[in-house]
């Protein structure tokens, strides 16, 4: 069963503009991470945020995580070329510990 | 990529023949994963493995057995290829102490079962 979705699915912007996109999951979390995705490529780590945290910020990302809903958001600021990728989201739930889950990403494609 | 390589990169096989991927880290990491990727989708866990010859099943596991006798090799068998488990394989190694640390993913190998 699949825990995480990301939302919009695909998403494309003009460099230098912002990218939001949203991440749902149904179930109790310790942590949830995002992960970039480029083509031919394995994921690359990019973001943890622990349950009793509400943001982090890493560079141009902020990510926020909001337990009540169930959701988490990644913002990427003042984007560029080199950020078309896939995003994904992956949730490591409490009653199911080490089991990452991922969602099935959003298209990111940032044009020059 | 630093640390895990996976092999073949690319293979193809025929239905009912086994397949063995194999997975080698050199960082001594306690944590190794088996994902799969499909078309448009994310990564579904196969098995993982928390220690040598500690492993136990994921989400996606029938089909599919693991072994790991040595820290740094972790390998997926295919008993007997099926079309459907044409696919991306990911091994990933955990880069922190716990089993909820970030992964560290290898390149991939693409299989192809006709």
């Known amino acids: 069963s699949q825990q995480g979705e990301e939302d919009p699915q695909a998403l494309s912007i003009q460099e230098g503009e912002n990218a939001t996109m949203n991440c749902s999951y149904k179930?109790?979390?310790?942590?949830l991470q995002w992960y970039r995705q480029n083509s031919g490529r394995g994921l690359v780590h990019l973001i943890l945020?622990?349950?009793?945290?509400r943001e982090k910020h890493s560079g141009r990302l902020r990510v926020t995580l909001d337990t009540s809903k169930k959701s988490s958001s990644l913002l990427i600021t003042a984007s560029r070329a080199a950020d078309t990728a896939s995003y994904f989201c992956?949730?490591?739930?409490?009653?199911?510990?080490?089991?990452?889950?991922f969602g099935d990403g959003t298209t990111l494609t940032v044009k020059p | 990529d630093a640390g895990i390589t996976q092999s073949p990169r690319h293979k193809v096989t025929e239905t009912g023949t086994p397949v063995t991927l194999r997975c080698h880290q050199t960082?001594?990491?306690?944590?190794m994963y088996w994902y799969r990727q499909d078309p448009g989708h994310g990564l579904r866990l196969i098995h993982y493995?928390?220690?040598?010859?500690?492993?136990d099943k994921g989400e996606v596991s029938d089909g599919y057995s693991v072994s790991r006798s040595k820290t740094e090799d972790f390998l997926l068998t295919l008993e007997s290829a099926t079309s459907s488990q044409t696919s991306v394989y990911f091994c990933?190694?955990?880069?922190?102490?716990?089993?909820?640390?970030?992964?560290?993913f290898g390149n991939g190998t693409r299989l192809t079962v006709t």
């Open positions: 990933a190694i955990g880069m922190g102490h716990g089993y909820n640390s970030p992964l560290h």
């Open positions: 960082e001594n990491h306690r944590y």
């Open positions: 945020i622990r349950s009793n945290e």
């Open positions: 493995s928390y220690g040598v010859k500690d492993t």
């Open positions: 179930t109790s979390i310790n942590n």
């Open positions: 992956a949730t490591d739930p409490n009653t199911n510990a080490g089991k990452s889950t």
